[in-house]
């Protein structure tokens, strides 16, 4: 299939200070792609420079084969874009915002966002500045979705969210757009709400991408491994892939990824007393790979 | 989508159009109300107008308050709109509001009685600039502080500090502006719209210096990343720095690129010893006769211009527009060897006025001529002198004229250099001098010979009245006209310049209007042997006369007669001394005949020449001056066809 979105040594810094560095990755059609990453590592920064907000430093990203500079606006008419932070102009009232949308995209379906908005229970004479944050996430989604786009591009919006809303739409809208052959970007911090939709994973680390992997074989691949001891733990080398190496009094926590039977045999001959081994969640893994730091020694 | 944003920008501006259009309706009604009062009717138009510049402030720092305030950009610029289109909308909704309420405004002085002559003549105190028209100033100041806050509304959305900051800024760079401004226009103070001379050069760096800052603005805008403040600071300070510097260059080379006035011409095609130059409003031309081409040797600007050409050089005075003042100048007559011999700011605390009668010596060595300076140290005045200087810049002299010819209480109403005699070292100069202030107070003419290595000044002729001289081209003799009064009969006579005695020519009985309306165009042959002159019958009759040394013969015909309107007609000599041409204005034609009269041809000008038009012998040709189209045609006296060459 096809690149719909294609990203190629992109980077940007600021005031020196490298936030991308050398990123690459490409997006096809029907597809929810998960962007993982720290607070400040870069994710806001990275769709912004898709989006054309702000300017990069090098790299080229191509949207349908073709590529887009920094002050193209075309390729915009094919992708929804919900950023995290307060969006729209607080003066207008939402029916004055979907009608001055409605304006700039070809494809706008003014009978879905006026469905949409009487299912979210959002009033089109209320002023924008008087909506909730949860509100006006609602209404960014009517906005977006208004448009038809090919591509979603969602900056970790749902933490306003209430729980059954946020629901709704990671299950039913988000795969049911991606079902209907629109890709989708979601970059978030709230790696658990991923697992339910999620078809492949980025994680977004050090300015660089450090995952670039479907979601089945991070699910396949990923394991902990709790090697437990009688007394003090033996000496044993680092399995092949280790991400993680801890410590819990006579036990040793290993996270490796990718699981591969070589790492088995080598880990199996370390004299454990016990050796247990199972799946890892993404939340855990996704820890692994950025917050605990990786080969933590004991 | 510029029509979307662009209503969406209206809307966000409306409070700011009503508070301006408030502003307008209170100053109408307070106008209406103290228009009467003729100290507040003064007032009023000045005190409203500032408001103008600060409308403009507010309306460009409100350009992005939106998106700061709402935290829009991100939105904004995702959009599938161009950024360029962004910002045209973001720049015309303002600036149409402004447009808007200065229409009103204008509409208002159109239609209420009084306004108009009010606002138009208002000036700022003489404290201030004396005289400088503020309506005009106004109008562009409220486009260049508008410019300045629209650019720095892309950094922040503090209105106030913004406003505050950006009509410092303005203020200061309006000073900066009109001081270059002061200078480009020759250091002459602000002193009206219509005198200062650098107010072109004030309004166009004010224009530029607007475009300059709304472009720093689009690139920092279309280039910049709107997430940090810091970088875009620093980009829309470089675009400033860099558009700026280019529109105060663009406006400081101004005067040297701004177009002249249409060319035209100073006096037309002149013969000059074996010369045949044009002189027009901006510079001097040689034609030459073989190869029917025109060639500039001097450039200068000036609707006076003042030259003497001869013997392969020529004198001429170029800088009447420099602040420096004047300056005298000799070249070739090939246009090389430009040589600024005198004036142009040459001795401190003194600066020459105007350049006058200037002569060159029949061996070309040496330039007089008359000059008046103003002195601005001990003893501050004015005063007119004779000057010499040679050609080659060395020798400058100012030479005393005129000692014991003006008696006490007497002043020199004008003075006339008319000649070299035929040493290289004497002039023939002629004065008028008045004894009283006023215009009744007739002067009395003398004409006398100046020997400048003697010092030696001899008187040839005084009369109490007013006479012309028209000398010979070798100043042998000179042809003379005089009367007594409006009434009485004019005396035309030819005076040896070299005895001063004098021969009767002719009396016309009743000549009409002034000397030189009398006796039109008297022009002398080459060999100075015969003069031909018009005779001035009537308001609009002239017939030739000619007037034959050797036979001590006037001939004169009433068979050529040329009715004159408006436009003047002339006469000359072909080089040969053979034929006279007469331009015929009122008979669109050339009257050629000879020194007798009596044989007669006449050719007409080609219909595209105007009424204007002088005639001047060349060569075997007659170069035709047509004042009001600014052309020269040549006829080809041989083939008697015309050809236009300039």
């Known amino acids: 299939m096809s690149d719909l979105l294609r990203v190629e040594h992109l980077s940007k810094s600021f005031s020196r200070q490298a936030v991308l560095r050398d990123i690459g990755f490409a997006l096809e059609p029907g597809r929810v792609y998960g962007l993982l990453g720290r607070n400040g590592e870069g994710k806001t920064t990275l769709i912004r420079t898709i989006m054309g907000v702000i300017p990069r430093d090098s790299g080229v990203i191509s949207f349908k084969g073709l590529p887009v500079t920094f002050g193209a606006a075309d390729y915009k008419q094919e992708i929804g874009y919900i950023p995290e932070d307060s969006f729209f102009y607080g003066g207008l009232t939402v029916g004055e915002l979907l009608s001055f949308n409605g304006r700039f995209f070809h494809k706008w379906d003014a009978r879905r966002a006026a469905d949409d908005l009487k299912r979210l229970a959002l009033d089109p004479a209320a002023k924008v500045r008087t909506l909730s944050r949860g509100q006006q996430l609602k209404l960014a989604f009517v906005v977006a979705l208004a448009a038809g786009p090919q591509l979603f591009v969602l900056d970790d919006p749902t933490s306003g969210l209430d729980v059954p809303t946020r629901r709704e739409f990671l299950r039913d809208v988000i795969r049911a757009l991606a079902d209907g052959g629109t890709a989708v970007l979601f970059a978030t911090h709230l790696v658990h709400e991923l697992e339910c939709i999620v078809d492949h994973l980025f994680i977004l680390h050090g300015g660089r991408i450090v995952l670039d992997a479907a979601f089945e074989q991070v699910k396949d691949k990923a394991r902990r491994v709790v090697l437990g001891f009688d007394g003090e733990p033996l000496a044993f080398p680092d399995p092949p892939n280790l991400l993680v190496r801890r410590r819990a009094g006579t036990d040793v926590e290993l996270v490796v990824y990718p699981w591969s039977d070589d790492g088995e045999r080598a880990l199996r001959s370390a004299g454990a007393a016990r050796f247990d081994v199972e799946p890892l969640g993404l939340e855990d893994f996704f820890a692994a790979f950025v917050c605990d730091g990786r080969k933590s020694r004991e | ?22 502003l307008e309706a209170i100053f109408l009604a307070v106008f209406l109300i103290f228009g009467g009062n003729r100290d507040l009717r003064e007032l009023i138009p000045g005190g409203f107008l500032i408001v103008f510049p600060f409308i403009g402030l507010i309306l460009g720092a409100g350009a992005f308050e939106s998106e700061f305030r709402d935290g829009a950009w991100a939105y904004l610029l995702s959009r599938p709109v161009r950024k360029e289109t962004v910002w045209l909308a973001k720049l015309v909704a303002p600036l149409s509001v402004l447009a808007g309420l ?12 009084g306004l108009s002559d009010v606002v138009l003549s208002f000036k700022l105190p003489d404290m201030l600039e004396s005289g400088l028209a503020f309506f005009p100033l106004i109008l562009l100041s409220s486009l260049f502080f508008f410019s300045i806050a629209f650019s720095f509304s892309v950094l922040t959305d503090k209105q106030l500090g913004l406003v505050l900051g950006c009509f410092l800024l303005g203020f200061v760079l309006e000073g ?21 001379p650098g107010l072109d050069v004030f309004g166009l760096a004010l224009v ?54 249409k060319e035209e011409f100073a006096s037309g095609i002149e013969v000059a010893g074996n010369e045949v130059v044009l002189s027009t409003n901006r510079g001097l031309y040689r034609y030459d006769l073989a190869r029917e081409r025109f060639k500039r040797i001097v450039r200068w600007r000036s609707e006076y211009p003042d030259s003497a050409v001869g013997g392969g050089k020529v004198l001429y005075v170029l800088g009447y527009d420099r602040p420096e003042g004047p300056s005298l100048w000799v070249a070739d ?30 061996d070309r060595r040496t330039a007089v001529f008359l000059y008046e300076e103003v002195s601005y140290t001990s003893p501050r005045g004015h005063q007119m002198s004779l000057a010499s200087i040679g050609t080659d810049g060395t020798g400058f002299k100012k030479l005393l004229f005129g000692p014991g ?28 001098i008045r004894k009283g202030p006023t215009v009744r107070d007739r002067p009395r003419t003398v004409l006398w010979r100046y ?9 040839l002729i005084e009369s109490p009245v007013p006479v012309s001289f028209v000398p010979d081209p070798a100043a042998k003799s000179a042809l003379s006209f005089s009367r007594r009064d409006l009434a009485s009969p004019m005396e035309v006579s030819i005076l040896d310049l070299a005895t ?21 165009s008297p022009v002398w042959n080459r060999d100075g042997d015969k003069v031909a002159f018009l005779i001035r019958h009537d308001d609009d009759l002239l017939t030739p006369a000619v007037y034959l040394l050797k036979e001590r013969r006037l001939v004169s015909s009433d068979d050529v007669r040329i009715q004159e309107s408006r436009e003047s007609a002339s006469l000359g000599w072909t080089a040969d001394g053979l034929k006279i041409i007469l331009a015929d204005p009122s008979g669109h034609s050339l009257r050629i005949t000879g020194p007798d009269l009596a044989w007669k041809r006449t050719v007409p000008v080609p219909t595209s020449v105007s009424k204007n038009f002088a005639a001047c012998p060349a060569g075997d040709a007659v170069l035709v001056s047509d004042y009001a189209n600014v052309a020269v045609w040549r006829l080809d006296l041989k083939t008697e066809k015309w050809k236009k060459i300039w």
């Open chain 2, 1 to 22: 989508m510029f029509k979307t944003l662009l209503l969406k920008e209206w809307k966000d501006k409306a409070p700011i159009a009503a508070f301006g259009l408030a």
């Open chain 2, 102 to 113: 200065w229409l009103v405004f204008i509409g208002l002085m159109a239609v209420v009685p």
């Open chain 2, 176 to 196: 900066i502006l009109s001081f270059f401004a002061f200078l480009a226009g020759g250091r002459e103070m602000l002193t009206s719209i219509g005198r200062f």
């Open chain 2, 208 to 261: 530029l210096s607007s475009l300059a800052f709304l472009a720093a603005a689009l690139v920092t805008f279309l280039k910049s990343d709107f997430s940090q403040p810091k970088v875009k600071a620093k980009a829309l300070a470089k675009w400033c720095f860099l558009f700026l510097a280019a529109a105060w260059a663009l406006s400081a080379t101004w005067p040297a690129l701004r177009p002249g006035p």
């Open chain 2, 333 to 362: 007559m090939n246009g090389s060897g430009k040589k600024r011999l005198v004036g142009g700011g040459g001795q401190e605390g003194t600066q020459v006025l105007w350049f006058q009668r200037i002569r060159l010596s029949p």
């Open chain 2, 405 to 432: 010819l003006a008696g006490a209480g007497e002043d020199y109403s004008w003075v006339g250099i008319l000649a070299w005699l035929e040493s290289p070292d004497s002039l023939l100069m002629v004065a008028g």
């Open chain 2, 451 to 459: 020997d400048l290595s003697s010092g030696a000044q001899t008187k």
């Open chain 2, 500 to 520: 001063g005695t004098s021969m009767p020519v002719m009396t016309v009985e009743r000549p009409k209007g002034s000397l030189s309306s009398s006796i039109v």
